[in-house]
Every structure is written in structure tokens, then in C-alpha cells.
């Protein structure tokens, strides 16, 4: 391709949302054998909600809420936004001044009335968070999170869980003082575009395969609903990076559409990084193209931009 064709190219991507960063990134994605997908925020909505909640404890549905929403105040992630407003919804029926002030949990946290004292709060990437509340730890996250913590799961919680998770839902499990105290469900739907996206990369030979921090069974749930068999789950933030390796060690191209910080290494390490241009800034500064629309209808545009514009010179 001559350099007014790259130049055009990248002008009518830009025209459909797709900035694409340099005329090289441009002619690798003609190549692409595999598209992997960041689960989280990329097939699914990032939005999550809470659906329902157990408490094992002798605690009221408030008490917990408030706690497990006090633990997750200072997190950024997804999960802990829902569960914020999840409690917040709550709150505002039981006691509607209280909830007014959790409107602000973001600015002031620690000293909103509503929310508890929290010290040596910390969060762990691809598990949860950890804090200490009444001089009590708590833990709220992953099973990893509290097997390594020593908290037994009693069996009617992992029942519980196992039935989130199969209905391609996250369980979120809380402990206070090394004891399971209660169990959250939360949903994030497919963007509605993620079933035919994955049909049409397929048509154009190309493999789609998921990889996400998330546990095994619900990650199984989401890939079957999307249509992708080809799965990696549990994996760490910095094992999506291997997991793009894994895949370049015969040679193939391979691209990774993602939206978070835990993304970046692995946007970084494919041969194509693909940003959600509602991710984060560090997944934008990692990748090659950011997709202005947020649509992952852009992954085939962008492809399909590539293969015409270097066609003619192959
Ligand atoms: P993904 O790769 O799907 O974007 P992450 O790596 O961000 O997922 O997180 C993996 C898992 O770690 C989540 O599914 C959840 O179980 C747990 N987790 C991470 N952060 C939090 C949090 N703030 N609150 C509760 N659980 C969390
Ligand atoms: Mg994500």
C-alpha cells in the first residue's frame, strides 16, 4: 500500500471511531489469526449489578450490606461500584437521609455517616480487597482471596456460590474476622453486539478466544452464551500478557480487545492491542487502536480496514 492509501485508511477509520496509532499497527491487523477477548467491561457491559445477597451470619441484610460496602468504598473496580450502589438503594429505602449523604461515598468516604471507618484499606488485583473495620479484618473478593486468608467456605455458601455461577453469575464472598459472613451475586450482561461480533470474526477465519480474571464456572457460563470456545479463566493481571504469548509462539498474529488496567500488559504484548475507548487511560496508552464507539463491531471494521488497504500488495 502506498502511503496515501495507509493515510486515507486511517482517515476513514477515524471517520468511524476507530483511531488507529501508526501505519504499521494498521497493516498487522490484515494478519490477525486470533482475537482475544478481555471478559469484563469488553464482552460483557461492565456494568455490573447486584442480584442478590445471603448472609450466613447473625447480622440484618443492612448490617452486612453496610460493611461489605464500607470495605469496597476506596476500590475503583466495577464490582465494587455495584456493590456501592447496590447498598446505597438499600439504605435509601431503610433510612432515606443516610442514603443521601451515600450519594457522596466517592468524595468523602471515610467520613460519611453512612459508611464505617475503614483502616489499611488495600486492593488485590484479580482477588478483592482487604481492610480492617471495628479492628476486625475483612475480605471481600474471590474464593483465592479467602483461601489465603484461612477462611473456611462452609458448604451450603459454596452451594451458593457454585449456583451464582452457573447462571454466568460472580459471587462475591465477605469474611469479618476470618468467618464467612455472606455471599453477593452479581450480573453483567453480553453487549448486545458480542454474539454476532464472535460469529463474524469466525466467518472471516479468524479464532476468538476469552480470557478474564474471574472464576472458571462463571467464565464457562459467559463464553457459551457468547459463542466462544476457546477459554481462559482465573488467569492474573499479569498472565494475560503469557496468555497473548502462548498464542504467538507459532508465529500466528494475534490481537487483544480489552478495557482495564489489568488489560494493559497483554494490550501491549499482542500484536494488535484493541482499546475500549470507555476503558481505562492506561489500556488506551498500552493499545494500538482505541475504539471511539465502544462498540466491538469496530474489531471487525478495523480488520476489515487493513485486509483492503494491504490487499492489493499481497
Ligand atoms: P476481569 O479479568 O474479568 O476484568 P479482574 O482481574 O478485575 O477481572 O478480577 C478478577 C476477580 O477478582 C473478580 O471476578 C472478582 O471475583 C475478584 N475481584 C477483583 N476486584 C474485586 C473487588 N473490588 N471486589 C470484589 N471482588 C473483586
Ligand atoms: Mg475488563
Same mark, same amino acid.
Request: net charge negative; with cysteine.
Given at each position: %500500500?502506498?502511503?496515501? *492509501?495507509? !493515510? +486515507?485508511?486511517?482517515? $476513514?477509520?477515524?471517520?468511524? #471511531?476507530? /483511531?488507529?496509532? @501508526?501505519?504499521? %499497527?494498521?497493516?498487522? *491487523?490484515? !494478519? +490477525?489469526?486470533?482475537? $482475544?477477548?478481555?471478559?469484563? #467491561?469488553? /464482552?460483557?457491559? @461492565? ?19 453496610? /460493611? ?247
Amino acid at each position: %500500500a502506498t502511503p496515501t *492509501a495507509v !493515510m +486515507v485508511a486511517t482517515g $476513514v477509520g477515524a471517520n468511524n #471511531g476507530v /483511531l488507529i496509532k @501508526g501505519g504499521d %499497527a494498521l497493516e498487522r *491487523a490484515q !494478519m +490477525v489469526k486470533y482475537v $482475544v477477548f478481555d471478559k469484563t #467491561g469488553t /464482552l460483557t457491559q @461492565g456494568k455490573a449489578t447486584v442480584t442478590t445477597t445471603k448472609v450466613f451470619a447473625e447480622m440484618d441484610r443492612g448490617e452486612f450490606l453496610t /460493611l461489605v460496602a464500607s470495605a469496597e468504598a476506596c476500590s475503583e473496580h466495577p464490582l465494587a461500584k455495584a456493590i456501592l450502589e447496590y447498598a446505597r438503594h438499600f439504605h435509601f429505602f431503610e433510612e432515606p437521609s443516610a442514603a443521601m449523604e451515600a450519594q457522596d461515598h466517592r468524595k468523602d468516604a471515610k467520613f460519611s455517616g453512612w459508611l464505617l471507618d475503614v483502616s489499611e484499606f488495600s486492593a488485590l488485583p484479580g482477588r478483592g480487597v482487604q481492610c480492617f473495620i471495628n479492628g476486625k479484618k475483612v475480605l471481600v473478593g474471590n474464593r483465592n482471596l479467602l483461601m489465603e486468608n484461612g477462611v473456611t467456605i462452609p458448604s451450603d455458601a459454596e452451594t451458593f456460590v457454585v449456583e451464582l455461577e452457573e447462571s454466568a453469575k460472580t459471587g462475591i464472598l465477605v469474611a469479618y474476622d476470618a468467618v464467612l459472613i455472606g455471599v453477593l451475586g452479581v450480573a453483567d450482561p453480553l453487549k448486545r453486539e458480542a454474539v454476532v461480533v464472535v460469529e463474524g470474526l469466525r466467518k472471516m477465519g479468524i479464532k476468538p478466544v476469552m480470557v478474564t480474571g474471574d472464576n472458571w464456572r462463571t467464565a464457562q457460563a459467559v463464553a457459551k452464551e457468547v459463542g466462544i470456545q476457546d477459554i481462559r479463566a482465573e488467569v492474573m493481571p499479569a498472565g494475560k500478557a503469557d496468555v497473548i504469548r502462548s498464542f504467538q509462539k507459532d508465529g500466528s498474529t494475534v490481537a487483544m480487545v480489552g478495557d482495564g488496567i489489568n488489560d494493559s500488559p497483554a494490550l501491549a504484548a499482542a500484536d494488535v492491542g484493541m482499546a475500549i475507548g470507555a476503558g481505562t487511560d492506561i489500556a488506551i496508552e498500552a493499545a494500538d487502536y482505541v475504539l471511539m464507539r465502544n462498540s466491538l463491531e469496530d474489531v471487525i471494521t478495523a480488520i476489515d480496514l487493513s485486509r483492503k488497504t494491504f490487499s492489493r500488495i499481497r
